[in-house]
């Protein structure tokens, strides 16, 4: 996986960015990437609460069991299958959203799979954009694992293993009855 961050004066953006080649069609990695009917090993089991994705549209990552929302963002670009941008916050944190970027490029051997995040370089680095850059190499490395073998990663698997057991520890912030969708909107 190749990764690069470029840092940027105050008031521009910082950018983070992943690459991981996908041995598999980009129709493929892109049905898989956006799919709404069930949890997403590589979004650490989460699942998409969306009217639609499409530009404006908010959506929510709710827990398996629905009772939890770990994230929230609104649609920027759904330019299937090649681009997918929204903007990205944690329910647990008052830092400023960011936008998150899927790129997706057929290439020999597959499709170049590209995650870019983009802060605003104004703010301090925050836990969410430490967060961010650690989850952004879980989502490549699971991402191709599950699009080329059926499963997570070995480690990935673990790791979701640990939140089912750390569930009732989750931040009363995050009950999804606090982040209905019309709430979402403009976040």
């Given at each position: 996986m190749n990764t690069a961050t470029q840092a940027a004066p105050s008031?521009?953006?910082?950018?983070?960015?992943?690459?991981?080649?996908?041995?598999?069609?980009?129709?493929?990695?892109?049905?898989e990437l956006v799919r709404t009917d069930r949890p997403s090993p590589f979004f650490f089991g989460g699942q998409y609460d969306t009217p639609g994705l499409e530009s404006g549209a908010p959506f929510a990552m709710r827990s398996p069991d629905g009772k939890y929302t770990m994230a929230?963002?609104?649609?920027?670009?759904?330019?299937?299958?090649?681009?997918y941008a929204h903007t990205f916050r944690f329910t647990t944190s008052d830092d400023p959203a960011s936008v998150v970027r899927y790129e997706l490029e057929e290439v020999e051997g597959g499709t170049q799979f590209t995650l870019i995040n983009e802060h605003a370089a104004s703010d301090p680095v925050t836990n969410s954009?430490?967060?961010?850059a650690q989850g952004a190499k879980f989502i490549c490395e699971n991402l191709k694992a599950v699009v080329e073998t059926g499963k997570a990663t070995w480690g990935g698997r673990m790791m979701l293993f640990m939140f089912s057991l750390m569930a009732p520890m989750t931040p009363k912030a995050a009950?999804?009855?606090?982040w209905p969708l019309d709430r979402i909107k403009g976040q």
């Open positions: 008031g521009e953006v910082r950018t983070s960015i992943y690459r991981v080649i996908i041995q598999a069609s980009i129709e493929t990695v892109w049905s929230i963002g609104e649609v920027l670009e759904f330019s299937p299958p090649h681009r954009e430490k967060q961010m009950k999804s009855e606090n």
